[in-house]
């Protein structure tokens, strides 16, 4: 793993605070907020604990969930990674794979071994999302399923804050939960950029990119079905562990 400079949790915690106002001025601006309906900014839940994270990793999502009213999206004004801290997180479809990849990724473990706990069974695994950054594209609320198109034009509104946050937290890793094409044109990636197909079965793949001294992982997003949970955590794992 190549050599990073030490970041600073005063730093990162002043940072996330002032990105949050952003959040918030931005859809205030762009008339996304109303009185039911405000942000979901994201970011780091445990400031030490990331800056501490040996790789740094973060993820890159599609967009938050709180509430639905008279068929539209409702809520807001929290943390995103303030629901890690739900009792029930542990059942949450998403986060699921993320956390077996974190707990492969820092223990040296894949997926099927014997004595990777079951989430089930040992509910503080949520702890570590905690230690990661988790991001979404779109800041606002929506609907349990986005559109390409409805990404893209939400990609369009808050692509510089999503930066900022990437210059931020510093990642080491990025895991593009499907969201990596957003970027391509922009970080000047295409078809003859140099990268690594790793299979996952069901004749899919996850590519590997290098950008900027980050490990880039173009995978699907984490509540998939296409391809076999354990094919999906394990390529994640062994990509990390292997390649970085």
Known sequence: ME??????????????????????????????????????????????????????????????????????????????????????????????????????IRNHKLYGDSDVPYIHDDKSMVGLLKDIAYINIDKMPGYRNTSDAELAEAYEQWKDIVEEQIRLYDPQVICFANT?????????????????????????????????????LDTYHPAQRVVPRESYVDAIIKAVNELL
């Open 3 to 104: 050599k990073s400079e030490p970041l600073s949790p005063d730093k990162i915690r002043s940072g996330q605070e002032l990105i949050k106002s952003k959040i918030f001025e931005r859809a205030k601006k762009l008339e996304l907020s109303n009185d039911g309906l405000e942000p979901l900014p994201d970011g780091v839940a445990d400031i030490e604990g990331y800056c501490k994270s040996s790789p740094r990793i973060m993820w890159i999502l599609k967009q938050p969930y709180d509430d639905m009213k008279d068929g539209k999206p409702f809520g807001g004004g929290w943390e995103v990674y303030g629901a890690f801290n739900n009792d029930d997180a542990f059942k949450n479809t998403t986060w699921q794979p993320i956390i077996y990849s974190l707990f492969g």
């Open 180 to 216: 990596m094409w957003l970027f391509k044109k922009d970080w000047g990636i295409d078809e003859n950029t140099k990268h690594e197909a790793i299979p996952l079965g069901n004749d899919k793949n996850m590519f590997v990119y290098r950008k900027d001294g980050r490990l880039c």
